[in-house]
């Protein structure tokens, strides 16, 4: 089939010319413009594609706003259709547009989305000195991400809403993250925000080895040396999924989202006021997405997507359990456990001589006091085994 489908960029100033003879699908506020304009039948993403692939076949326009592969609908739409049947006419996106009037080099810049996502998903991106331009639901996605900025010790930070870009009504607000006030604006713009510290504002960077009190736990929690050279072994990449089997409060998980663009965890954890506490943490680390399956392992683990790394760090011993992950492990996956017991230790290295791999001591010093004489006290030795499945 050859390409049926144009997905062309529209901006608020002009739009550009649609081929005739074609179904042009679009949003309503174009009405006046393209006067045989079919309106989406509904904002809901899987409705619109209902909509888009019951013309298959038939010469169609999509009417998307700025690049459609950035953020938008083209985005979508590789996952369902092959490139043969469609092209796409980039635009100016709203990015470079309100680039443009910041004179933000985009090079130096966070682009993101908000629009149908938890503002918690800004979390790794507030970080001193960064700039960041999102896009958003409607005003209260504002309202919502600078309440956020306040929590974080960042309400100094500079916003800017840059609405109807490149539009006859195009309008600038800037105000401190402390100060704005969402109500005056409309809902079609782009937030842009110019990160300032306050002076003790916790660095939470998406590098390894965030602080332990970071994260709200019960203390059985991969502590942060340890856990940033446990997220070193397991190797982060763009789109990887990792299983945290025994995840106690979520950290490795965590920290593994935070790593690589577009990165997934699931957490496995039986005990409830733990799964309340992964919940909690993945929210305030800015890892909504993170998937928390409750119950026991390994009987938790089937029907679970194969994973690309998998992390034990506990349980060590359970030798079913041990299988049971390994067999789920994709080829070239790897898998890291932890061991702080004996028994933990002693399978570790048993299995280590059956399978081979890496195997790593990590001893940790901290200090501490006695009396009013410092010391460094030694935490628990931890053993840790990295195997890749052939």
Same mark, same amino acid.
């Given at each position: 089939?050859? @390409?049926?489908?144009?997905? =062309?960029?529209?901006? &608020?100033?002009?739009?550009?010319?649609? +081929?005739?003879?074609?179904? !042009?699908?679009? +949003?309503?506020?174009?009405?006046?413009?393209?006067?045989?304009?079919?309106?989406?039948?509904?904002?809901?993403?899987?409705?619109?594609?209902?909509? =888009?692939?019951?013309?298959?076949?038939?010469?169609?326009?999509?009417?998307?706003?700025?690049?459609?592969?950035?953020?938008?609908?083209?985005?979508? #739409?590789?996952? @369902?259709?092959?490139?043969?049947?469609?092209?796409?006419?980039?635009?100016? %996106?709203?990015?470079?547009?309100?680039?443009?009037?910041? @004179?933000?080099?985009?090079? @130096?810049?966070?682009?993101?989305? $908000?629009?149908?996502?938890?503002?918690?998903?800004?979390?790794?991106?507030?970080?001193?000195?960064?700039?960041?331009?999102?896009?958003?639901?409607?005003?209260?996605?504002?309202?919502?991400?600078? *309440?956020?900025?306040?929590?974080?010790?960042?309400?100094? %930070?500079?916003?800017?809403?840059? &609405?109807? #870009?490149?539009? &006859?009504?195009?309008?600038?607000?800037?105000?401190?993250?402390?100060?704005?006030?969402?109500?005056? =604006?409309?809902?079609?713009? !782009?937030?842009?925000?110019?990160? !300032?510290?306050? !002076?003790?504002?916790?660095? $939470?960077?998406?590098?390894?080895? #965030?602080?332990?009190?970071?994260?709200? %736990?019960?203390?059985? #929690?991969?502590?942060?040396?340890?856990? /940033?050279?446990?997220?070193?072994?397991?190797?982060?990449?763009?789109?990887?999924?990792?299983?945290?089997?025994?995840?106690?409060?979520?950290?490795?998980?965590?920290?593994?989202?935070?790593?690589?663009?577009?990165?997934?965890?699931? /957490?496995?954890?039986?005990? %409830? /006021?733990?799964? &309340?506490?992964?919940?909690?943490?993945?929210?305030?680390? *800015?890892?909504?997405?993170?998937?928390?399956?409750?119950?026991?392992?390994?009987?938790?683990?089937?029907?679970?997507?194969?994973?690309?790394?998998?992390?034990?760090?506990?349980?060590?011993?359970?030798?079913?359990?041990?299988?049971?992950?390994?067999?789920?492990?994709?080829?070239? *996956?790897?898998?890291?456990?932890?061991?702080?017991?004996?028994?933990?230790?002693?399978?570790?290295?048993?299995?280590? /001589?059956?399978?081979?791999?890496?195997?790593?001591?990590?001893?940790?010093?901290?200090?501490?006091?006695?009396?009013?004489?410092?010391?460094?006290?030694?935490?628990?030795?931890?053993?840790?085994?990295?195997? =890749?499945? +052939?």
């Amino acid at each position: 089939m050859t @390409h049926w489908l144009n997905v =062309i960029g529209a901006g &608020e100033g002009q739009l550009p010319p649609i +081929p005739p003879a074609q179904t !042009v699908l679009g +949003p309503a506020r174009l009405k006046l413009r393209v006067p045989h304009l079919v309106e989406w039948a509904s904002p809901k993403l899987d409705a619109m594609l209902e909509q =888009i692939m019951a013309l298959r076949g038939t010469p169609t326009v999509v009417l998307a706003s700025g690049d459609p592969m950035w953020f938008g609908i083209g985005a979508t #739409l590789v996952r @369902h259709l092959p490139p043969s049947e469609f092209r796409v006419h980039p635009g100016p %996106s709203s990015f470079q547009l309100a680039a443009s009037r910041l @004179h933000w080099p985009l090079q @130096h810049v966070a682009t993101i989305s $908000l629009h149908g996502r938890a503002v918690e998903t800004i979390h790794p991106y507030v970080l001193p000195g960064n700039r960041i331009l999102a896009l958003t639901s409607d005003r209260t996605t504002i309202s919502a991400v600078a *309440g956020l900025l306040v929590a974080r010790g960042y309400g100094q %930070s500079v916003a800017t809403v840059l &609405e109807n #870009l490149d539009g &006859e009504n195009e309008r600038v607000t800037i105000a401190t993250a402390a100060t704005l006030d969402a109500s005056p =604006i409309g809902d079609f713009h !782009v937030l842009a925000i110019d990160c !300032v510290a306050d !002076v003790g504002a916790a660095l $939470l960077p998406p590098t390894a080895g #965030l602080p332990d009190d970071a994260f709200i %736990s019960d203390g059985q #929690l991969t502590k942060r040396e340890v856990r /940033a050279a446990t997220i070193a072994k397991l190797a982060p990449f763009p789109g990887a999924l990792l299983w945290d089997v025994g995840a106690g409060c979520g950290s490795v998980a965590i920290e593994w989202m935070r790593a690589a663009r577009d990165a997934k965890a699931i /957490a496995f954890e039986r005990e %409830s /006021a733990r799964l &309340e506490m992964i919940a909690a943490n993945a929210k305030a680390l *800015g890892t909504p997405g993170l998937q928390i399956v409750a119950g026991e392992a390994p009987a938790s683990l089937p029907r679970q997507q194969a994973p690309d790394a998998i992390f034990l760090g506990g349980d060590g011993a359970n030798a079913v359990l041990f299988d049971a992950c390994w067999s789920a492990l994709k080829p070239g *996956g790897r898998l890291v456990a932890n061991a702080v017991t004996l028994d933990g230790e002693t399978a570790l290295f048993n299995r280590q /001589a059956s399978l081979g791999g890496d195997l790593a001591r990590i001893d940790v010093a901290v200090l501490d006091y006695v009396g009013n004489q410092r010391v460094l006290r030694p935490r628990m030795a931890v053993t840790q085994w990295l195997a =890749i499945k +052939p």
